[in-house]
């Protein structure tokens, strides 16, 4: 209990305090602008973490996180331009409101059930990620070896898309991993000479390269500038009234965010469009939708930020982060000296404490700042992206070298850059490839010790209940999600042919 105090206590200590402003305000204007998402964002302001503590790094970088999730929905409703993808549905309903000249209302109940859906999603996460941490502490190396298999067939699986691609992006990911020093004999392995390889390539270049720096190279070369529509603001205050008899629909699309984003891959948009169905499904006026009516807004903008909560589910209790950005999240902590998992909640339960509080009271900044500057935040979304892209360059390059120091790692960032320019102009899913590179040096760590442990009996990971159980969920999964693309191959030949 006295962790608990003190972690809660600490986030009103003026530096944590401090951080969670500036967290809430730098990712508000990330995701207002069109084009920057918030794995983006975290991904540039991870290095200037490097050297606070770990709760003041954290409460910085969630905050971020939760604002930038929030704050794609500005420009969603002034100018139907998505900030980040997770606001996509939210165009909807959001922007005809807005053209009715609403655009205040449609602002401020945007910005109420986003901060309910975040709320709800982080007592969901207090709720079970203790239990569940409990429940992983029983685990072998054969059931986190099964888990990790788990986690990449669900991000295959789930790619948007050929789920071949999915499996390809997969494979790079682990062959990525494997340039460093072997686990069991610590020989060097792929480092070709290069002493900069034997600690393995670092993970948070990589992010920024592949999230940040193709992000950019997209923009250049697909340059498009959107004019901007001037739009009255007023009323925001005032559009808490609109929730009266939509609790239930705030609620559960919350719910449904928080369940989506506790599976790994699938992601912000994927709750946004699942909230807005059922916004849809249960509204008493369906035919209304798509014209402006609060439902439209509510269910998907619950539910894309009820994944924040949902996402660090996993990432606290099995170490295995729920999306792009908890797997940047996950290397912050790593270079904090953490590592999320079961031995997190008995040896760093201070952190687990301070990040809840911290994910609430960053709901709270994000609320009082959108009623504050959400007249600011219309400027800044109109800013020319090519202004932006240079300042967003030096920040990647500068944080990759404040890692350790070293232009190799900037090397890494622009490499990665590149490869994942290439992998967003062929439609390749980069989620695959980063949650490999995260989950495959422990994957092969515990199938290390799995096939010691049983003297290298491979039947050892179906022989034990669990990890069997697991295993086969894989293998269902994955057969699923290929017939179901065989599927969609032939429906769609034959549209083409009739």
């Known amino acids: 209990m006295h962790d608990v105090i003190h972690a809660v206590l600490g986030n009103f200590d003026s530096l944590y305090f401090l951080m969670i402003i500036a967290g809430a305000a730098g990712g508000m204007i990330v995701g207002a602008l069109p084009g920057f998402t918030a794995t983006m964002g975290v991904a540039i ?3 200037f973490t490097y050297y606070m503590s770990t709760n003041s790094a954290m409460a910085f970088l969630i905050a971020l996180y939760c604002a930038a999730v929030y704050s794609g929905s500005i420009p969603a409703i002034l100018i139907r331009t998505p900030g980040t993808p997770a606001a996509i549905a939210t165009i909807n309903d959001g922007y005809p409101m807005a053209q009715k000249g609403f655009a205040g209302k449609a602002l401020g109940i945007a910005s109420y059930a986003s901060v309910l859906g975040g709320i709800i999603s982080v007592v969901i996460l207090a709720l079970t990620s203790g239990v569940l941490a409990k429940a992983a502490l029983k685990f072998g190396p054969q059931e986190y070896f099964a888990l990790t298999l788990l986690g990449l067939s669900m991000v295959v699986g789930m790619s948007e898309g050929d789920p071949t691609k ?4 997969m494979f ?8 460093g020093l072997t686990v069991n004999s610590g020989y060097p392995r792929f480092v070709f000479g290069n002493d900069n390889l034997l600690s393995g390539i670092e993970l948070l270049p990589v992010m920024i390269g592949v999230f940040a720096i193709s992000e950019v190279l997209h923009g250049i070369v697909h340059a498009q500038e959107s004019k901007p529509v001037k739009q009255s603001i007023d009323g ?7 929730f009266k008899g939509k609790t239930f629909l705030t609620i559960k699309s919350s719910f449904i965010g928080t369940f989506l984003g506790a599976l790994p891959g699938v992601g912000a948009v994927t709750a946004a469009f699942m909230g807005y169905n059922e916004a849809q499904r249960t509204s008493k006026h369906p035919e209304l939708m798509g014209s402006g009516t609060e439902e439209g807004i509510i269910g998907p903008e619950a539910a894309n930020n009820g994944v924040t909560g949902g996402a660090m589910i996993p990432l606290l209790s099995l170490g295995i982060p729920g999306d792009a950005v908890t797997a940047i999240l996950l290397g912050a902590l790593m270079v904090q000296g953490v590592r999320p998992g079961p031995e997190l909640f008995s040896k760093n339960l201070d952190v687990v404490y301070g990040i809840y509080s911290s994910m609430i009271i960053s709901y709270i900044a994000i609320l009082v700042l959108s009623m504050c500057f959400i007249r600011i935040l219309v400027r800044v979304i109109e800013v020319p992206s090519r202004l932006l892209y240079p300042f967003i360059i030096v920040f990647c390059l500068i944080g990759s070298y404040a890692l350790r120091g070293s232009f190799f790692d900037v090397g ?10 290439i992998m967003r102009e062929n439609r390749f899913p980069i989620g695959p490839m980063t949650l490999a590179i995260i989950l495959g040096s422990l994957m092969e760590y515990k199938l290390t010790i799995a096939l010691s442990l049983s003297r290298g009996n491979w039947l050892t990971f179906i022989n034990r209940p669990i ?3 697991i295993i086969l969920a894989t293998i269902v999964f994955l057969v699923v999600s290929f017939l179901k693309e065989i599927k969609n191959r032939r429906r769609k030949s034959k549209s083409l042919t009739s």
């Open 45 to 47: 302001f991870v290095p």
């Open 172 to 179: 790079l990911g682990l062959v990525i991993t494997l340039p």
């Open 166 to 169: 999915g499996f390809v992006s």
């Open 412 to 421: 890494v960032a622009i490499i990665f850059g590149l490869i994942g320019y």
């Open 467 to 469: 990890s069997g159980l």
């Open 236 to 242: 925001i205050v005032g559009s808490i009234r609109f």
